[in-house]
């Protein structure tokens, strides 16, 4: 089984800074891509950040300058450092990854439970 874990979320007032981590654990032999999304009750779930294996990045226009995702491909680990929070970043937070599991052929996706942040004004 694989499981990722995200923690870090949180009430902050505007202006202000989270960082959001998710562990991935279980049978994993390799982990591709990770990534992080967001949803607001109601609406689509929206693509945040992208990273590759090799620590390529990719942002929202909505986040640029102010997200900076990375990874500890050691501890099998995706960060989101939210900077200059504003209260339109108010949302649950999903992490994703594709993973090679030892007893598998090919890479799966798979999601985290979420985390809420939400942004005061």
């Known amino acids: 089984q694989v499981q990722l874990v995200e923690s870090g979320g949180g009430l902050v007032q505007a202006g202000g800074s989270l960082r959001l981590s998710c562990a991935a654990s279980g049978s994993i032999l390799s982990i591709r891509t990770m990534a992080w999304y967001r949803q607001i009750p109601g609406k689509q779930r929206d693509l945040v950040a992208t990273i590759t294996s090799a620590g390529s990045t990719n942002y929202a226009d909505s986040v640029k300058g102010r997200f900076t995702v990375s990874r500890d491909n050691a501890k099998n680990t995706v960060y989101l450092q939210m900077n200059s929070l504003k209260p339109e970043d108010t949302a649950v937070y999903y992490c994703?990854?594709?993973?090679?599991?030892?007893?598998?052929?090919?890479?799966?996706?798979?999601w985290g439970q979420g985390t809420q942040v939400t942004v005061s004004s």
């Open positions: 994703n990854a594709e993973i090679l599991r030892f007893t598998g052929t090919y890479y799966s996706t798979y």
